[in-house]
């Protein structure tokens, strides 16, 4: 499922191109919503923006990529575009991302850490069912800057 982003949306929103550049700034989104910042770990992404007035959110890659969350050991599917509505501790309203469970692929529509913190996150499906994992599963160690 493919949600054209339109130019209402592009017009008062950031907008990012290229991969280098989106992957910076969608960990900078991540990390100011509160959430794990390997939560999103696409490849060749073309195009990322975000909307602060809305908290819509999109990311467009090349193509379908399958990671591997190895703390965890589950497969995630993204779809060429995800979308989502972003907010402090939560992802709602989320498109373009599976979670496989046994020989199923599963709809995720929302993420959020517990309130109050407990060091987990919990990802939701449309259905209601939901799973929850250690936060640390889903960070990756950031290169520290040496100063001189």
Not at 39 to 68: A, I, N
Not at 77 to 84: G, K, N, Q, R
Not at 100 to 122: G, V
Request: hydrophobic share 35%; glycine share 6%.
């Amino acid at each position: 499922m493919s949600v054209i982003v339109g130019e209402e949306v592009k017009g008062r929103a950031e907008v990012y191109y290229g991969d280098e550049m989106c992957q910076v700034k969608s960990r900078e989104l991540l990390k100011e919503m509160d959430l794990p910042n390997g939560l999103l770990p696409l490849k060749e992404m073309e195009e990322c923006g975000y909307d602060r007035e809305t908290g819509f959110v999109w990311l467009k890659q090349k193509k379908s990529f399958t990671h591997k969350f190895d703390k965890i050991g589950k497969l995630v599917s993204y779809s060429p575009e995800v979308t989502a509505h972003v907010q402090k501790g939560r992802i709602s309203k989320l498109t373009g991302v599976k979670s496989k469970e046994l020989l199923l692929w599963i709809t995720i529509s929302d993420i959020y850490l517990d309130d109050p913190p407990t060091n987990k996150i919990t990802f939701k499906t449309p259905a209601g069912l939901s799973r929850q994992y250690p936060i640390s599963a889903f960070q990756i160690q950031e290169p520290q800057l040496t100063q001189i």
